[in-house]
């Protein structure tokens, strides 16, 4: 079936935010006279939102008393300096130009929230290139659930047959396997806690985003 469109995960998948969301995590440890962590440390819970980079920089879980006002503290600073060190990684920009040449479109679904996606994407020059970008506050219920992949789909005037989804958790796979959509592992990412990538359940795990013009 041909292609028409490939949809992409944001943090991990198409644009690598570990770095910058690390910044913030460790803004947060410093109003509190800790010293920062290595920004490596944040890359595996980097797709986790600020529960996960809390729960690395503090040590404390969504349900602790003090978790709204860190996770205030930290969304704060990551808003003001959301593009410092993101970038796309590398070979995606030269992926993203193959579809744009060969007439497939391109787009995000993602759980992070609109009001951080929108301005991501602007600041990194890709809001004018994507065909659609959905977030988890657009919609009734975030991934696991296919809702997003659902909207972006409705936006585009596609099937879900008619793409395909990357993803670099397993909650991306399984989203677009509910909403019966091709899906493909981005081994270059974070990859979460959802056990090997071999499990996952995807059509295809890629090592690197310039194996992604093998399906156009």
Known sequence: MKLRCMLFDLDGTLVDTAPDLG?????VRGSLGLAPLPLADYRPVASAGARGLLGKALGIAADHADFPKHRDAFLEYY???????SRLFPEMDEALRAMERAGVRWGVVT?????LTRPLMAEL??????AVSVSADEVARPKPAPDS??????????????????GDDRRDIDAGRAAGMRTIAADWGYLGE???????????????????????
């Open 23 to 27: 910044h913030a995590a460790n803004f």
């Open 79 to 85: 808003r003001a300096n959301l593009s410092h060190e």
């Open 111 to 115: 759980n992070k929230p609109a009001w």
């Open 125 to 130: 020059g890709l809001d004018s290139r994507a």
């Open 149 to 166: 992949i659902y909207k972006a789909c409705e936006i585009l005037g596609l099937a879900p047959a008619d793409c395909v989804y990357v």
């Open 194 to 216: 959802g056990g090997p990538i071999e499990g996952w359940g995807a059509d295809a795990i890629l090592r690197s985003p310039g194996e992604l013009q093998g399906w156009l």
